[in-house]
């Protein structure tokens, strides 16, 4: 009897839905991560004989697309809701140098060894750059935030975990951040290398416009759900009475479609509506409701593309790697990203510990192969096969090297950390005894 298609790939979803759900804790304090597992159950299921093809992103590159985005908009959601620290420039001092400083540099670096490594045009190296530019919030989970604090204890938010504040806003801004270096390479791949074309109009809308126009439509969303949803006009019960977690969808939508429809950065707005979303009522228990919600229909969304990735991989996605596409990839993350981002927390106050963890936890994923699939729908790229295999190699490395090595290397910062604050309190409950004993 034939097997039907359809439902053989539900049972499929349904399992790795279950796996997804039990994984997380078994996984806990083991040097691996549940992105590999789930890369590695798409590669199988994929490469035993099945009525299932292998998924092919080249192929398909509208539904690429909007897949990709569908998994990084409710990361990003999950990444703003989780934030307990205020935005601010002192505050947010480290995500900002990693946003200004790493992330260009980053891109310009590894377009040049992409030129002189693998032979690309200047617009393919500009491409692979800029869609390996961003750090991933779909898959940085085991070094991101946890669930928002509630209790309004404000001294316990100030002495939150600067690496994983850090790399959580990092991610959650650079994805759309590195948009005009995306556009930018299109308008070359369009109209050449002459800066005459197009620089003008990248300057002033890619650049200016379209991120001034995200981070508006993402605050003002962020500030009307904040009113409706804890302090509505009048006497109406709010939203957060209902204790009803789509609240955090509602922003993720409204804010991403009011954004392009005034072709700003939808990717900036909705994680700074989620950001702004948070700061009402920073100590209110519906926080964790929002939380909770979105991180579990995140997760879900996480087991479809990462199984699909799998398949990608053992489907043809790798056939064009050559040795110096690895050598780019390895390139990239144990040394471009890991450089630059140190370099440009140079003057950060955090220990050498947590400056060299933040500088080498990079995550690259879903993000790049959203870039491709954008960029290669808008204009055709010399190189194109290349670029999918550098790319996809590089996000299937980050997930194996920074997935084994986050749950070991979070929990030596984690104990010293403790040791430090145990020590601080230490010191400060002798200088009260000597304080007191001084007046007696």
Do not use: C, K
């Not at 390139?331 to 955090?350: D, F, H, K, M, Y």
Request: hydrophobic fraction near 55%; proline fraction near 5%.
């Amino acid at each position: 009897m034939a097997i039907d298609t359809y439902e053989l790939s539900l049972a499929v979803v349904g399992l790795a839905a279950l796996l997804a759900a039990w994984l997380p804790a078994f996984l806990d304090d083991r040097a691996l991560s549940l992105p590999i597992i789930l890369v590695g159950i798409g590669a199988v299921v994929f490469a035993v004989p099945s009525p299932l093809q292998a998924p092919d992103p080249r192929l398909h590159l509208e539904l690429t697309e909007r897949i990709a985005e569908v998994g990084v908009l409710v990361a990003l959601v999950g990444a703003g809701l989780s934030i307990d620290r205020p935005i601010g420039w002192r505050r947010w001092r480290a995500t900002w140098r990693l946003l200004l400083v790493a992330l260009p540099a980053g891109v310009v670096v590894t377009a040049v060894v992409g030129w002189w490594w693998l032979g690309l045009v200047p617009a393919s190296a500009l491409l692979l750059g800029a869609v390996l530019a961003p750090t991933d919030p779909v898959l940085a989970a085991d070094v991101e935030v946890g669930e928002p604090t509630v209790d309004g204890d404000r001294d316990e938010v100030v002495a939150e975990d600067e690496v994983r504040v850090t790399l959580t806003s990092e991610a959650g801004l650079n994805d759309g951040l590195a948009f005009p270096f995306v556009y930018a390479a299109v308008a070359i791949a369009a109209s050449g290398t002459s800066p005459g074309g197009w620089v003008g109009r990248w300057i002033v809308v890619d650049v200016g416009y379209r991120i001034v126009a995200g981070v508006v439509v993402g605050v003002a969303i962020g500030w009307l759900l904040g009113r409706i949803t804890f302090r509505p006009p009048g006497r109406t019960s709010s939203l957060a009475d209902a204790s009803e977690g789509f609240v955090g969808i509602a922003a993720m939508f409204l804010s991403y479609g009011a954004a392009e429809v005034v072709h700003g950065y939808g990717f900036v707005a909705v994680f700074l509506a989620a950001v702004t979303l948070r700061s009402g009522e920073r100590g209110h228990p519906y926080h964790q409701v929002l939380h909770g919600f979105t991180s579990q229909v995140e997760r879900l969304v996480i087991v479809v593309l990462l199984m699909l990735f799998g398949g990608a991989l053992v489907g043809g996605l790798l056939d064009a790697v050559t040795w110096p596409a690895v050598a780019v990839a390895l390139t990239l993350i144990l040394v471009i990203r890991p450089l630059t981002a140190r370099i440009s927390l140079i003057g950060i106050r955090v220990t050498h510990a947590e400056r060299a963890t933040i500088s080498f936890f990079g995550i690259r994923g879903i993000a790049s192969l959203y870039y491709m699939a954008v960029a290669l729908r808008s204009e055709p790229f010399p190189g194109a096969e290349l670029l999918w295999s550098t790319v996809a190699l590089t996000v299937a490395m980050s997930i194996v090297i920074h997935g084994v090595a986050a749950t070991p290397v979070l929990r030596v910062l984690d104990r010293r950390r403790a040791r430090r604050h145990a020590a601080a309190d230490t010191l400060r409950d002798r200088r009260r005894f000597l304080d007191s004993s001084a007046h007696v």
